[in-house]
């Protein structure tokens, strides 16, 4: 499993430019099978049926393994590929694109396609998010209640992730902590309690972090 990636919000979403009055409807959407990706695809084409083009492209795996650019009736290269880049250059998996084209009457060029494809692409990632999701280990952190008020306040003000805790006999935190850092947590907690905690590794998880797009 990797450490952590970057992909689109998992609401996905669109937005919407306008080119020398040619319509260019971005939608995105977060995806981990090409079954799941040619689905989305079909419902856009089916939502936008009366549209000039419906260009795609999506990015798949753990490996980017699964990498494919539709330019659905637009001069080969123009759509699908500028499409697929930004998603390379944003290194984003797991995510597809439709660029969805209502012609305006004037006509771009092979330039001003690979631009305006290119832009929609960039566009409807900022419009949805970025999010980074981070590996994480789940930690159980048992002690006394004479440890709560000191180990709560430590840990919220902490970087770790303090994800519930339970009122039982005694005290349960249950923390994630970031892929690799497990063995110092450990170390704090001991040393904080003086040696009192029982800690348990309990799992892994994938944490969703949001994140700003920044590169075109």
Same mark, same amino acid.
């Given at each position: ?15 919407? /430019?306008? $080119?020398?009055?040619? +319509?260019?409807?971005?939608? /995105?959407? +977060? ?27 999506? /990015? $798949?795996?753990?490996?980017?393994? /699964? ?33 969805? %084209? ?12 690979? +631009? ?6 960039? #566009? ?6 970025? $999010?980074? %999701? ?21 840990? %919220? ?24 850092? #497990? ?34």
């Amino acid at each position: 499993m990797l450490t952590n990636y970057y992909t689109v919000n998992k609401d996905g979403g669109s937005h919407e /430019i306008v $080119i020398q009055k040619s +319509r260019f409807i971005g939608t /995105i959407k +977060r995806v981990e099978t090409e079954e799941e990706a040619q689905s989305f695809i079909q419902e856009m084409k089916k939502k936008y049926h009366d549209a000039t083009h419906n260009c795609s492209a999506y /990015i $798949i795996g753990e490996h980017d393994h /699964i990498q494919k650019a539709n330019d659905d009736g637009e001069p080969s290269g123009t759509a699908g590929v500028p499409m697929l880049e930004v998603l390379k250059k944003q290194n984003l998996k797991d995510t597809a694109v439709v660029v969805t %084209r209502y012609f305006g009457g004037i006509k771009l060029g092979a330039g001003g396609l690979i +631009r305006a494809y290119g832009s929609s692409t960039s #566009e409807a990632i900022k419009a949805v998010g970025i $999010i980074k %999701r981070q590996l994480m280990k789940g930690i159980s952190i048992t002690v006394d209640y004479a440890l709560l008020g000191k180990l709560e306040n430590e840990l %919220r003000n902490s970087e770790h992730m303090l994800e519930t805790i339970h009122y039982l006999e005694n005290i349960e935190f249950i923390v994630y902590v970031e892929d690799g850092l #497990e063995t110092a947590f450990q170390k704090w907690m001991t040393d904080l309690t003086n040696g009192q905690a029982v800690i348990q590794a309990i799992g892994e998880k994938y944490v969703e972090i949001e994140v700003e797009s920044t590169k075109e």
